[in-house]
Nanobody, 124 residues
Framework: QVELVESGGGSVQAGGSLRLSCAAS????????MAWFRQAPGKQREAVAN???????TYADSVKGRFTISKDNAKNTLYLQMNSLKPEDTAMYYC??????????????????WGQGTQVTVSS
């Protein structure tokens, strides 16, 4: 059974950094397309970043240059390094996985497996 468990969220001041982790079990992360999404209160869930099997990454415009997605296949873990955080980055962050990367990487319906989320709060 595939399971994704996020960790690393917390509260930080604007300009600070956090690193989120997503531990995967039940499959090999090297064989899956993986992504981070986030959902702020009262808003729809939105894609943040994606990394395919080959390690090629894609980012939402709002986080380019500030966030870095990566994975450690030996540890079966996905990461999201978040720097220069802004109050608008406040959200619940979710990791997601799919056997094949969806045509439109930002669409959540392209990912079959989801974690429970970890909260990130950025204060001004």
């Amino acid at each position: 059974q595939v399971e994704l468990v996020e960790s690393g969220g917390g509260s930080v001041q604007a300009g600070g950094s956090l690193r989120l982790s997503c531990a995967a079990s039940g499959y090999s992360s090297s064989r899956y397309c993986m992504a981070w999404f986030r959902q702020a209160p009262g808003k729809q869930r939105e894609a943040v970043a994606n990394i395919n099997r080959a390690g090629i990454t894609t980012y939402a415009d709002s986080v380019k240059g500030r966030f870095t997605i990566s994975k450690d296949n030996a540890k079966n873990t996905l990461y999201l390094q978040m720097n220069s955080l802004k109050p608008e980055d406040t959200a619940m962050y979710y990791c997601a996985a799919a056997v094949f990367c969806p045509l439109y990487w930002w669409r959540e319906d392209g990912y079959k497996y989801w974690g429970q989320g970890t909260q990130v709060t950025v204060s001004s």
